[in-house]
């Protein structure tokens, strides 16, 4: 896709990422990366922020809360850094998602 096109396309970075997070391979791909980044620097609200783009990669955010059964407006905060949510409603949106956890050991040096 030419630059123009790309450009007249997607008005901002974030249509474009929402777009890409639509193919589950990639999608798969950049969990793996923000939860890497989560365990080298263990910010929450970093982690929180960029799985934002992929829950509207399955459509609006209400409709996804909808999906979930978690409500609209505390997804909502979430996303605003207002409330941290409990490890259960992060399986909840990553089992919505499309995604499992899985658990290996770690190699040591």
């Known amino acids: 896709m030419t630059k123009k096109k790309l450009l007249d396309t997607f008005t901002n970075f974030d249509e474009y990422l929402i777009q890409d997070l639509k193919d589950t391979?990639?999608?798969q791909a950049y969990l793996q990366?923000?939860?890497?980044?989560?365990?080298?620097?263990?910010?929450?609200?970093?982690?929180?922020?960029?799985?934002?783009p992929l829950i509207k990669s399955h459509g609006s955010v209400a409709k996804f809360a909808e999906k979930t059964g978690i409500n609209r407006t505390y997804l909502y905060k979430i996303f605003n850094h207002k409330v941290k949510p409990e490890f259960q409603t992060l399986v909840n949106?990553?089992?919505?998602?499309?995604?499992?956890?899985t658990v290996k050991i770690?190699?040591?040096s």
């Open 25 to 27: 391979e990639l999608a």
């Open 93 to 101: 949106i990553l089992e919505k998602l499309g995604f499992e956890f």
């Open 106 to 108: 770690k190699k040591t």
């Open 33 to 52: 990366e923000i939860l890497n980044e989560y365990y080298i620097d263990k910010d929450i609200d970093l982690f929180l922020h960029c799985l934002k």
